[in-house]
């Protein structure tokens, strides 16, 4: 079979390497570069953790996404993933819960009361009280290297052909075709479309208006060099108990370390540049100061802000069939990034005719 995939991101990128894998030839295009540096999957580090307190299905996913990954990993023959754990702080009340429910998808859980939790990360100001969770199966995904050694790996392939800088117009659901901006139509027996947050216009308008574009600002911060040894052995926090939703992606493999919070996602409704104005920098500093012993604007060298698309019902995802060969992916900023290899083989599965669409539900977050 040959299959278009459009859109160089990594859903994209990882559904191109499994058609490969699965002995079937692709065509990858993107409007910009392969991979494309303005994606909102283009980052230096994303995060994979498996609790999901109130879905055991979901929980029990992201450590099947854990295996996966290191499959991939070994597929790429390029470290691409930094296994840290992942740092829940949660009611004290749901510590046994959530470590249950980590064992029961297959992961190791930790537990830290107050005194503990304070103890081993001193560099955290958690608020009074404050339990927590550690789950082993979790960590750092260095999101540029992997997007960069997909396409590497697809150029070395014979049956794989790349197609940047080439914008997709229109996409014919009923002959499984992608007209490009200079005329040529691309052909195939398939058809995926996971272009990112300008996909809308690709799309139906029934399901384009389902969807809701969103802007996150993240600050990037070099910690102290005293502490660098302290914050390179931290894992990634998904929650510190606060009200903002803040999280955190620590410094490992040469990353700055990484923050966000809710606080500083909006709607839009376009997408702009990258660049992170300067209100939106001074409150994620406003935000953590009060949590990163230490932490001023001075620590800040660099801000990034990504836009992402979600589902206006489910604040997650959207897969659709558009036609028998033709099946979309409206990526969810972070917890796509994590589930990506899952994402990319169902999507993979129903084109090829092995299944259906089969995608994790779950809310964007890292």
Known sequence: MRIVVVGGGVIGLLSAVEIVSTGHQVVLV???GIPSTGST??????????????????TATAVQAHHQWLRLQRLLGTRVYEPAGALHVLPAGDLSRAQRMLSDAGSGAHLFGPLSLAATYPQVRFPA?????????????LADRILLACAGWLRESSSAELLPHRTAVRVDADDAAVELADGEVLRADGVLLAAGAWSQRLLPPRLAGELVLCRQSMILCAVP???????SATPPISTFGTSNGGWLVPPVAGTPLKLSAATACRVVTQVGDTGTPAYWRDHLVEQFA??????????VTGARDAYYLMRRSTG??????LGDRV????????????????????????LIGAGVVRVPSHRPVM
């Open 316 to 321: 997650g995802p959207m897969s659709a069939v």
């Open 129 to 141: 009280g404050s339990s927590a969770v550690l789950e082993d199966l979790a960590g750092v995904l």
């Open 225 to 231: 060099a005293q502490d660098a040894a302290v914050w």
């Open 30 to 32: 993107d409007q910009a």
């Open 290 to 299: 009060p949590v990163v012993r230490g932490l001023d604007a001075g620590w």
């Open 327 to 350: 099946v979309s992916y409206a990526a969810c900023g972070g917890s796509s990034f994590k589930f990506a290899p899952l994402i990319a083989r169902s999507l993979v599965q129903h």
């Open 41 to 58: 999957s283009y980052d230096r580090q994303r995060v994979i953790r498996a609790l999901h307190l109130d879905d055991p299905a979901a």
